[in-house]
């Protein structure tokens, strides 16, 4: 085993002897017990061994950072990045890539055979593999793990999840050895503060020593809607507070934007957290920061940081929040006030997180963060090695009592849940490497299936509950006559009935008319007495528990029915995964992307494409109509296919008439899509919002950063990210085959005049 300079822990010890043996691993521990050390390992082995590793993350900015953490450890002729937009030595020793390249690199589409993209690589570190719950991506980590080459050991590095064994159960079954080490071990133990607004100068704690509920705590106030607006912000007490304890640095997560701003300038108004030393050294150090990024100069968030205070969410420029990330990490800035988003890996470990609230608003109204949520974040508190504790404060509001708080942090993990959906791109990638049935088996790899109980429990339940009811209503025959006897009875019954009313009613046509019977109907009469007879001989004609029998009977037949319907729907989602498939490659096939199971030139060319609908996106491209476009009025075009519909209410702004009538056309192709996709109940996405058009337009032709957002109501952070994705899109038109070359020569252009500062800049 590689010796580090200290002493592991024996979670660390226990994942390095299992990767010694050449054994996958998961180890799954809480936020900042020192998972790394681990993948440090395995980094050191490969060195040693002149074997590769690739080290994947969810995140662009997180494969920077590990980027660059590794560059300066082992020196960057070993480390190589590989991003959607970047590559840099990507054949070194050690390659930092996002989970979705190394997910592309599997399929050996655009980064070439996957022989070759794997040749000598020994692991694989899947960081913050928990992101397999994400609801967008998380089908990417199941999609490496199924496909990832057996000779290759994972190491699957977890935040705490309830169903880690589960998770390990499932790698074993579709990779290799797969060993778990599950700790919930933390370095750095957590204390659980309340902060009450009825008691504001100071900080309670949330349990007794003997873990009860401290009852000193009192619930908040409701406050009518009406009022809320003029409702005091507590915010300076709670920061004074920790700052009065000791408490600071620390990363105040509040679930709103708006508020992270509004927050962080009422903590620069009311405090002083820095001193005239510190206050001198972030001034230097921004002032050599914005030389290097001139594009941050007179960013109106500078005078903040100035007091120790800063914002840090999706809507800032990304420079920004680097610049914010190292200040915080050479503590100079106390108070981060965040979003949720920042507790996803990236390294600002604080003394003191503060919770703003345990609920949060959704569309469908305020709910209560989850276990995992909540663990995510309180676990960004206590810094190894600098801290013997870390602080979560949890802030009070009326959307929550103090009970329900402490529930959730004494809670356990939420489990992992499968989020593995069929893509087009997957179908077309798999079918071109595999038979159907060789496409099935695969498909039946996923966690999704593998994990399917769960799913199925409430399903099964009802199973048994129709099945319990079926018995119950088992009638014992006092005859001893099979049911089938009790059925003839009936048909007989019935039809006799119905004869003898046929009868009657030709009796009295046949007497106002004063004729007699025909000897058919006597015949037809004499029939249906000989069948009164046999009805007679039947025991059931006689039987007094007759009617329970056929109530009986008749509440089975129901029952029957909504089994059957109920089998048919645990046989749907059973094979959910594998409908879904089927569903996708039928639409495929339907619009000429594949012919006897396998992509036409078309679908080779679409198997290459990532986007939110692959299908969506080859159709426009093969419509020709992008080809006369400026490599401004394409950007304009794709940025709207890019951008998904916003929750916000915006003024339309106006795009050029070419870039209208492209969308306009582009319209048609959706709608028969969607025609095509509704025809087998395929859902997926296809985006026509031209928020960012015109802007993205201005840019392109060469106006100025500030010209392009003077007038909008929205973060530049979110603008640049809507940049980035046209970027995306159009580097893929560059590096896929059989796109027309006019197509390559434009958006080659395109991306070359969308990369300057901010956009280039990660």
């Known amino acids: 085993m590689y010796e580090f300079p200290f002493e592991l822990d024996d979670f660390q010890k226990q994942a390095c002897d299992f990767i010694d043996d050449g054994k996958s691993v998961v180890v799954c521990a809480p936020t900042g017990a020192g998972k790394t050390v681990i993948a440090q390992h395995a980094v050191h082995k490969a060195l040693e061994e002149g074997t590769r590793l690739f080290y994947t993350t969810p995140l662009k900015a997180l494969s920077n950072q590990k980027y660059y953490d590794f560059s300066e450890k082992y020196g960057s002729d070993h480390v190589g990045l590989l991003t959607g937009d970047t590559s840099i030595n990507r054949d070194a020793q050690i ?39 994400d609801e967008q991506r998380g089908t990417v980590w199941e999609e490496s793990i199924i496909y990832c080459p057996t000779n290759v050991q994972i190491i699957a590095l977890s935040a705490t999840v309830a169903n880690a064994d589960e998770l390990t159960a499932w ?385 089975v037949g129901r029952i029957k029915q909504k089994q059957q319907k109920l089998n048919k729907e645990i046989e749907r989602q059973r094979d ?13 096939a339907d619009l000429g992307y594949l012919e006897n199971d396998y992509p036409t030139e078309r679908g080779v060319t679409t198997a290459q494409l990532r986007s939110e609908n692959e299908l969506f996106l080859a159709e426009i491209i093969y419509s020709h109509i992008l080809e006369n476009l400026t490599p401004a009025q394409l950007a304009a075009v794709i940025c709207a296919i890019t951008t998904e519909d916003l929750r916000i209410d915006m003024p339309y702004m106006p795009v050029s008439e070419p870039v209208r009538k492209t969308l306009n056309l582009i319209k048609n192709i959706r709608r028969r899509v969607e025609k095509v996709q509704g025809r087998y109940q395929v859902e997926a996405p296809m985006y026509i919002n031209a928020y960012f058009s015109s802007m993205i337009e201005l840019w392109v032709e060469g106006a100025e950063w500030e010209t392009v957002v003077e007038n909008i109501d929205m973060g530049e952070g979110d603008v640049v990210r809507s940049f980035k994705r046209v970027v995306d899109v159009l580097r893929q038109f560059t590096t896929i085959s059989n796109v027309p070359e006019a197509l390559v020569f434009t958006a080659r252009e395109a991306i070359g005049k969308i990369q300057r500062e901010p956009v280039n800049v990660d």
Not at 576 to 588: D, E, P, S, T
């Open 171 to 555: 790698i074993n079954t579709v990779h290799s050895r797969t060993e778990l080490v599950n700790t919930d071990f933390r370095p750095v133990p957590l204390k659980f503060y309340y902060f009450d607004s009825s008691q504001p100068d100071k900080l309670l704690p949330l349990f007794t020593p003997s873990g009860q509920l401290n009852k000193k705590i009192k619930p908040e106030k409701k406050v009518p809607y009406k009022n809320r607006k003029k409702q005091r912000s507590y915010v300076k007490d709670v920061i004074s507070n920790l700052a009065e304890n000791d408490m600071l640095p620390a990363i105040y997560f509040t679930f709103s934007r708006k508020k992270c701003d509004e927050q962080m300038e009422k903590c620069a108004e009311a405090l002083e957290l820095v001193t005239r030393a510190e206050q001198a050294q972030i001034k230097q150090f921004i002032d050599d920061y914005i030389a290097e990024n001139p594009h941050l100069y007179g960013n109106k968030h500078i005078d903040y940081l100035l007091c120790g205070v800063a914002s840090h969410h999706a809507g800032l420029l990304p420079a920004w929040k680097n610049l914010v990330e190292k200040l915080f990490q050479k503590g100079l800035i106390k108070v981060v006030f965040a979003t949720e988003t920042l507790a996803a890996g990236i390294n600002m470990p604080a003394r003191s997180t503060v919770i703003s609230s345990t609920s949060k608003r959704t569309d469908g109204g305020h709910r209560m963060l989850t276990a995992n949520e909540f663990l995510q974040m309180s676990g960004r508190a206590g810094r190894r090695g600098m801290d013997e504790v870390g602080y979560v404060t949890i802030v009070g509001s009326q959307y929550q009592s103090p009970e329900e708080v402490a529930e959730l942090v004494l809670s356990p993990a939420n489990p992992l849940e499968s989020r593995f959906s069929p893509t087009y791109s997957m179908v077309l990638n798999l079918l071109q490497r595999f038979s159907l049935d060789e496409a099935k088996e695969l498909i039946l790899k996923s966690f999704g299936y593998y994990s399917s109980a769960p799913r199925l429990k409430p399903l099964l339940k009802q199973a048994e509950i129709y099945n319990a009811e079926l018995k119950e209503r088992e009638f014992l025959c006092p005859y001893k006559l099979p049911v089938e006897d009790f059925f003839e009875y009936n048909q007989i019954r019935r039809i006799y009935v119905q004869n003898r009313q046929t009868y009657k009613k030709i009796l009295k046509q046949e007497r106002a008319k004063n004729r007699p019977l025909s000897q058919e109907v006597i015949d037809f009469n004499k029939e249906n007495k000989a069948m009164l007879a046999r009805m007679h001989d039947i025991y059931c004609d006689m039987c007094k528990y007759y009617k329970k029998h056929a109530k009986s009977l008749e509440v």
């Open 95 to 133: 390659v930092i890539m996002t989970t979705e390249v190394f997910r592309n690199m599997l399929y050996g589409t655009n980064f070439g055979a996957v022989a070759d993209n794997l040749k000598n690589v020994r692991y694989v570190v899947l960081d913050e593999v928990h992101y397999m719950n």
């Open 576 to 588: 959910i995964f594998w409908n879904k498939f089927l569903a996708r490659r039928a639409v495929l």
